[in-house]
């Protein structure tokens, strides 16, 4: 059974840092490519960044990008997100997800950028 | 950026019924399209991809069809722990990006 477990979520003041980590069990980590998604409040799913198995493409929304960076360590079965320059906006629960559609989500972390 | 437009917003159906939810999307993605289901509190959970292919254990009722910019999700007959939000999801274009839908709240009626 996919398990994804996502941690390091919280408060955090506009224009600091975070970085969100997702340890996944259950199926060969290495095998899939991995993605962020997030849902703000009352609002929809919205795509965040995703890598492809071994790390060699990555993507961003238009939204994140410049700001938030994206990786994986295949041998500790981890993905990471490093959220730099965060503003209100990017305020949201944080679903880790795996493959090209998504067959597993984690239960979320969630991020909350106020003053 | 490919742009996935959901109709309705809203639908409010009895159960027993037939729901019909559209996608439609700005660009061809093929058969690349993923639907999701979520209830409130709760992760999304895979239902259909492929466009019509059903994920592991979810029941026959629901069905997916199209191909190109337009897709449907169809629930055949509407029991009381269908209703929910869904969203579809293109995935054509990934690498590098993926889009979703804004979503198809589903009411009681």
């Known amino acids: 059974e996919v398990q994804l477990v996502e941690s390091g979520g919280g408060l955090v003041q506009p224009g600091r840092s975070l970085r969100l980590s997702c340890a996944a069990s259950g199926f060969t980590f290495d095998d899939y490519a991995m993605h962020w998604v997030r849902q703000a409040p009352g609002k929809g799913l919205e795509w965040v960044s995703g890598i492809t198995w071994n790390g060699g493409s990555v993507g961003y929304a238009d939204s994140v990008k410049g700001r938030f960076t994206i990786s994986r360590d295949n041998d500790k079965k981890s993905l990471f997100l490093q959220m730099d320059s965060l503003r209100p906006d990017d305020t949201a629960l944080y679903f880790c997800?795996?493959?090209?559609?998504?067959?597993?989500w984690g239960q979320g972390t969630l991020v909350s950028v106020s003053s | 950026e490919i742009v996935m437009t959901q109709s309705p917003a809203t639908l409010s159906v009895s159960p027993g019924e037939r729901a019909t939810l559209s996608c439609r999307a700005s660009?061809?993605?093929?058969?690349?399209l993923a639907w999701y289901q979520q209830k409130p509190g709760q992760a999304p959970r895979l239902l259909i991809y492929g466009a019509s292919t059903r994920a592991t254990g979810v029941p026959a009722r629901f069905s997916g069809s199209g191909s190109g910019t337009d897709f449907t999700l169809t629930i055949s007959s509407l029991q009381s722990e269908d209703f929910a939000s869904y969203y579809c999801q293109q995935y054509d274009t990934w690498p590098p990006g993926v889009s979703f839908g804004q979503g198809t709240r589903l009411e009681i009626k």
């Open positions: 997800v795996v493959g090209d559609y998504y067959v597993g």
């Open positions: 660009q061809s993605v093929n058969t690349y």
